[in-house]
């Protein structure tokens, strides 16, 4: 069978990725900026980027972490809490600084302790987002002990989601790293409101990844991957050529100790590879051609924003991923480290 050994496409964004701060942030930047022309930058460092002036230090010091030549922009989010303030989040959005806002329910991920308890809590922050068009991204999980962990994310569909974009029903919602058969389910049969994003790792793990044979912590992530008939659906998604779904890694990097422990954080480092990971998805489908919407335009659009220029090209080629990476002064462990992948950025 003659396979295609190189795909260009117009440069994609990734509209979800965990850059932290300081030396880490620093460390893993590149990695991000060298294949996307923009990101979606998550607030969840600590303490949260609240209001714009955070929003505007934050912002300010990726672009001085920038290599000179670099047109990477990254684009700011608002991390909601019970207290948020509906004109201070109307006046970053007006002033350009804010993209979007994020709803983290209190307690759901990393650094999400002043996250949000109730949602009417901020309905008044939701209304003033659904007059100025300004999109709200969530992270769609229950937090109650008493439920499952793999069915947070359909127990919020039901008790929270479904009501949410019932009661705004000119809210722009993106219902990020959906994990499940259900989340899929709700968004194609959502509004063009309601879109949603896929990492690359739900595409390709299943639980199995990270509690079968041993506990492997650097394939835990939140959401938690689920079982193979979810991943199936996701990839379903994520290759249909809807524009309801595109690109967003969650890369989020975490010390290797920090992984490696008694109560080890959740986040998969996937940003080195991301691109390769999506394309190697994609391959396995059949759906090269639809490769380019879903990393490159179904985003830009949803966003309401102006697609990238420039292309980038991957060729088919074994690419060693490392066991373990060098950075802030410590060990990452990334996505498929000690794996072959089949595709590697060229250009």
Not at 236 to 261: I, N, W
Not at 298 to 308: A, E, I, S
Not at 312 to 323: C, G, H, I, M
Request: aromatic content about 8%; proline content about 6%; hydrophobic content about 40%.
């Amino acid at each position: 069978m003659n396979q295609q050994q190189t795909i260009t496409i117009r440069r994609p964004d990734d509209w979800h990725v965990h850059l932290r701060d300081g030396a880490m942030m620093r460390g893993v930047l590149g990695y991000t900026a060298r294949q996307f022309a923009r990101a979606i930058v998550m607030p969840n460092l600590s303490p949260p980027v609240t209001d714009v002036a955070a929003a505007e230090s934050y912002r300010d010091s990726i672009l001085a972490a920038l290599p000179e030549a670099s047109t990477f922009r990254p684009l700011m989010t608002c991390y909601l809490t019970d207290d948020s303030d509906p004109a201070e989040v109307a006046r970053g959005f007006a002033a350009g600084v804010f993209t979007a806002a994020k709803l983290y329910p209190a307690n759901a991920t990393t650094n999400s302790a002043h996250g949000v308890t109730a949602i009417a809590n901020i309905m008044p922050v939701l209304e003033c987002m659904q007059q100025i068009g300004m999109p709200l991204l969530v992270h769609g999980e229950v937090t109650d002990h008493n439920v499952d962990i793999f069915d947070r994310e359909a127990v919020f569909i039901d008790r929270i989601m479904t009501k949410l974009v019932r009661d705004l029903p000119g809210l722009k919602v993106v219902f990020e790293h959906i994990t499940t058969r259900e989340a899929a389910q709700f968004v194609a049969s959502s509004s063009s409101n309601i879109a949603a994003t896929i990492t690359p790792q739900h595409l390709q793990i299943n639980r199995n990844a990270f509690l079968a044979g041993g506990l492997r912590p650097h394939f835990y992530c939140l959401p938690v991957a689920k079982r193979e008939e979810h991943r199936l659906a996701l990839r379903k998604a994520a290759v249909s050529g809807s524009p309801k779904y595109f690109l967003g890694t969650d890369s989020a990097p975490h010390p290797r100790g920090a992984k490696e422990s008694s109560c080890g954080c959740a986040g998969i480092f996937n940003a080195p590879h991301a691109l390769e990971s999506y394309a190697t998805v994609f391959d396995e489908e059949n759906a090269l051609d639809r490769l380019e919407a879903f990393a490159s335009e179904h985003g830009p659009r949803f966003y309401g924003l102006p697609l990238n220029e420039g292309t980038v090209t991957l060729e088919r080629a074994e690419v060693q991923v490392p066991e373990v990476m060098a950075i802030a002064g410590g060990e990452i462990v990334p996505y498929h480290a000690g794996q072959t992948i089949g595709w590697r950025m060229v250009g």
